[in-house]
């Protein structure tokens, strides 16, 4: 009877989930933003010439402008945008909405697998510990958020899942295809997101927790099976670049810590000191590179647990989070305790060593990582260990207190109702300018001036990769112009503006130098894209104006100043 109604409340929370994702996916959020148009490019350009757009033949990873990417989305994103009356910007969505909603229902058995393999299962209890886990994620406002963009996030959670799904169900059968695949698909978590790469080095130690595990992992020739785990890792390394990013935002590179540092010396030796003065051995000691270094691991590994980041303000950056929202709704504090309070109290120590270990897996590549304190994309996986938590915390309520889960669940329902109405309701009109609105209508609108030069302000976000991808500029071409590194061209500064012209083209990506000239327009037949910043430091030129495009919320964001007009 309670495997009936498990089912049964799995495929209603399905169904809910898929809704939640999938619909107005072109609505809210109300515009591709920067990294999900790249993605867009790097499709578009993979799928007319299997290469990436800077020319790298069926790549392990995509070369981007400011970035070296993973593979795996991209592949995806391109894969579905093949489907029947699917559009590359629809896919870029809709690839993690898919993966998110395969996470909601593997983690209902997989939560059910692990609480059988810990002795956590309460055979009274008429609903199986999964579907908690399936209802949890499904509403969570961390997990929402990042399923309805193009981020690479919810496929790695879902790998994640699926890996450690299919290595729970080696363990209860004892059947070596699913250790294969469980170990595949955990090995490809480096393809799937940059940062997870330092995550990878803690599996090992993970599946070996979960009993049978470690039992397993005594036979000397299964150390080479689980050497799959390293393949693809090993190979990011030897195609190169697969360090980049990571070497560009860890703490090790931070070039402000050194000055910091001196900084703080100098006020240390007083206003008197004279010139070459030494610091002494006091300030050495509490001002020195090794300190720093453990603050800012110390600060980014506890800022991700608190509970103003899980519950109360979350990431500040609206692309990752709602604001005046945490992570999680505070309403599961309540069952995140109890599962801390039941795991200890019932001495589950290699279940708690268990969670332990997926939670540093999770936290490293944030807690090496500057802004890794509050950074919602690289702690992402932590959604993992906190709903097994909750999930804990849930279960066992319901065994003991029929009537307070209902109280609890309901109370889950009822906070997170708040929380769509201002995902749908206000969400757009908050974030719209994290989303990079507007640039998407500016080159649509401005495919109609044909053969005129084309000025798109700098002074927003750097139009470049819009422009790429919304005039469908074709790959192949720039490739080659990619090829001689001279893509784009400085401008000369006579002609009033400061930045760069796309080679062989007369697009430039530029801002005007000096608007209160009494023609700061010098390119002759001319249409200019300024910021209504701009527009209102360059006077009144309202009679230039050919389009206005306004955000969301009606308020100009671009004005599209044709020169051919009479000007006065």
Request: net charge positive; aromatic share 16%.
């Amino acid at each position: 009877m309670h495997k009936n109604l498990s089912i049964i409340a799995l495929v209603v929370i399905i169904f809910l989930a898929g809704f939640l994702r999938l619909y107005k996916l072109d609505f809210n959020p109300p515009s591709l933003f920067a990294d999900e148009v790249d993605i867009g490019y790097q499709v578009k350009s993979f799928l007319s010439t299997g290469k990436d757009y800077q020319g790298n033949f069926l790549p392990l990873q995509f070369h981007s402008f400011s970035d070296v990417r993973t593979s795996l989305p991209i592949y995806s994103t391109a894969l579905i945008s093949l489907l029947p009356k699917i559009s590359i910007d629809t896919a870029i969505r809709l690839t993690p909405a898919i993966f998110s909603v395969l996470s909601i229902i593997l983690i209902f058995f997989l939560v059910n697998n692990l609480f059988t393999l810990f002795g956590l299962i309460n055979n009274k209890s008429k609903i199986f510990p999964g579907i908690w886990s399936s209802l949890v994620l499904s509403l969570l406002p961390w997990h929402y958020t990042y399923s309805r963009a193009g981020f690479e996030l919810s496929m790695l959670l879902f790998f994640v899942i699926a890996g450690l799904f299919f290595y729970t169900k080696f363990l209860i059968g004892n059947k070596k295809s699913y250790l294969i695949i469980g170990l595949i698909l955990l090995s490809l978590v480096p393809m799937v997101y940059s940062t997870a790469k330092l995550s990878v080095i803690f599996y090992p130690l993970i599946i070996s927790l979960i009993p049978g595990g470690f039992e397993y992992l005594k036979n000397k020739i299964n150390w080479i099976i689980l050497s799959i785990l390293f393949i693809p890792l090993f190979i990011l390394l030897l195609n190169g670049g697969a360090g980049k990013r990571f070497g560009e935002i860890t703490i090790f590179t931070d070039p402000t810590i050194p000055t910091e540092i001196n900084a703080k010396r100098e006020i240390d030796l007083g206003p008197n000191a004279t010139v070459g003065s030494v610091p002494g051995l006091n300030s050495k000691i509490v001002h020195n590179k090794l300190i720093s270094l453990t603050n800012f691991i110390t600060t980014n590994f506890i800022n991700p647990a608190s509970s103003g980041f899980l519950f109360l303000s979350g990431d500040p950056n609206q692309r990752h989070a709602l604001k005046n929202w945490g992570m999680l709704e505070k309403s599961l504090m309540i069952p995140l305790l109890l599962g801390i309070y039941f795991i200890i109290s019932g001495k589950h120590n290699r279940f708690l060593l268990f969670l332990a270990i997926l939670w540093l897996s999770a936290t490293t590549p944030a807690v090496l990582t500057r802004d890794g304190l509050n950074h919602a994309s690289r702690n992402y996986m932590m959604i993992l260990p906190l709903v097994l938590l909750i999930t804990t915390g849930v279960y066992n309520l319901q065994n003991k207190s029929k009537i307070l889960t209902i109280l609890l669940t309901g109370l889950f329902l009822f906070e997170s109702f708040f929380y769509f109405h201002d995902y749908w309701y206000h969400y757009q009109y908050d974030s719209q300018r994290d989303w990079h609105y507007g640039l998407k209508q500016v080159i649509q609108n401005t495919k109609k001036y044909i053969n005129r030069p084309l000025i798109i302000t700098r002074n927003y976000e750097p139009p470049l990769i819009f422009y790429l991808y919304y005039s469908d500029f074709p790959a192949a071409k720039f490739q080659e112009i990619y090829k001689t590194n001279t893509f784009l061209e400085k401008v000369d500064q006579k002609l009033n503006i400061e930045g760069e012209k796309l080679t062989g083209t007369n697009i430039y990506f530029a801002s005007i130098t000096d608007k209160k000239l009494p023609n700061p327009f010098q390119i002759k037949d001319a249409v200019y894209v300024v910021t209504y910043n701009e527009y209102l430091e360059t006077g009144e030129l309202s009679h230039l104006i050919d389009e206005t495009i306004k955000f969301p919320t009606l308020f100009p964001v671009f004005y599209v100043l044709n020169t051919n007009k009479s000007f006065r």
